[in-house]
Structures are given as structure tokens and as C-alpha cells.
């Protein structure tokens, strides 16, 4: 992934973490963890912040379908770290999930697996 996917992809991230004004330290390490886990180094995670809190909207993602649909898994991981899918991050969530064409019963599928993961990190 280069680094212009990755700060896309991260923005799409923060957008669930802050959707609801705040970001508290378990969703700062979430965060920390997923752009770890795509290779993405600090600046990349400076620029998508920044980013985010000039657009305060999602970014559409290029590349791989496989990358578009771990982006909507790691948005969905990112939201349980309050316990549950709030509103307004099931709002994002299900609009990029109808940009991908996933269906109802596949995006219940990625939820449920979305909380194992996040179970198990806690």
C-alpha cells in the first residue's frame, strides 16, 4: 500500500473515531494499531488526522477491492471501541458498505467478526 492509500484509508478511520467529537485513548491505540498494521508510520497518520479535520468526510479509497473491504472491517473494529456501534458511526460505516456493494447479511457477517476482533484485542 503506498502512502497516499494509506492516508486515505486512515482518514476513513478517524472519520468513525471521531464521529462523535471525541477520541478517547482506547481510540487513539485502535487507531495506532490499524495504521501499524498497513504499514503506515507517523507522518501518515499526522496527515490523515489533518485530513480529516479539514474535510470532516470519508476518502474514497482506489487500489484493491480486498483493500477497500479490510478498510470497511478496520472501521467497523475502530467503532466497537466504545462497546457498541453508535449511530452516527453506524451511518458511516453503512455508507461505505453501500459504495462497496456489500449486502446486508455481509455486512452483518464483517460486524460480528468486527466484535470478535475487538474482543479478543481488549
Known amino acids: 500500500m503506498d502512502k497516499e492509500h494509506a492516508v486515505n484509508y486512515l482518514v476513513n478511520i478517524y472519520a468513525v473515531l471521531a464521529s462523535d467529537g471525541d477520541i478517547e ?21 499526522k496527515k490523515a488526522i489533518a485530513a480529516y ?3 470532516k468526510t470519508t476518502a474514497t479509497l482506489g487500489g484493491r477491492w480486498s483493500d477497500k473491504v479490510r478498510n470497511l472491517e478496520d472501521m467497523l473494529f475502530a467503532a466497537y471501541c466504545n462497546g457498541a456501534l453508535a449511530p452516527d458511526e453506524k451511518e458511516i460505516v453503512v455508507a461505505q458498505a453501500r459504495v462497496l456493494g456489500i449486502e446486508k447479511e455481509q455486512l452483518t457477517v464483517i460486524k460480528t467478526e468486527a466484535k470478535q476482533r475487538f474482543d479478543a484485542f481488549r
Open 25 to 45: 485513548r482506547s481510540e487513539s491505540r485502535v487507531f495506532e494499531v490499524i495504521a501499524r498494521e498497513i504499514g503506515a508510520g507517523f507522518f501518515e497518520r
Open 53 to 55: 479535520e479539514q474535510s
